[in-house]
């Protein structure tokens, strides 16, 4: 399975939290993950007077073998189903 972060930031001044997701979708392991969403936090920290912040990972499909299967099954159903002669 793959992971992908959500991070949710309360910053001084906003009148809502922020939510930042990652583009990337596809951390290997949870740890690096919520490394990723560690990042994300001192990164915004650097512009911006963060009062709380979370890092949230999902589990998400793989998504190459989601398509790999997709296509399988379309090939599947393209092929005649017996031979001609």
Known sequence: ???KTIVIVTILGAPTM?????E?????????C???GAKMIFSIMQ???VIMGHTFCIEVENLKDKDEDKNKDEDE???????MT
Do not use: F, H
Request: no cysteine; aromatic share 14%.
């Open 1 to 3: 399975m793959l992971w």
């Open 18 to 22: 922020q939510v930042v997701d990652t």
């Open 24 to 32: 990337k979708v596809g951390y290997p392991t949870m740890e690096e």
């Open 34 to 36: 919520y490394y990723r």
């Open 47 to 49: 512009r911006s007077p």
């Open 77 to 83: 159903k393209a092929s005649p189903e017996g031979k």
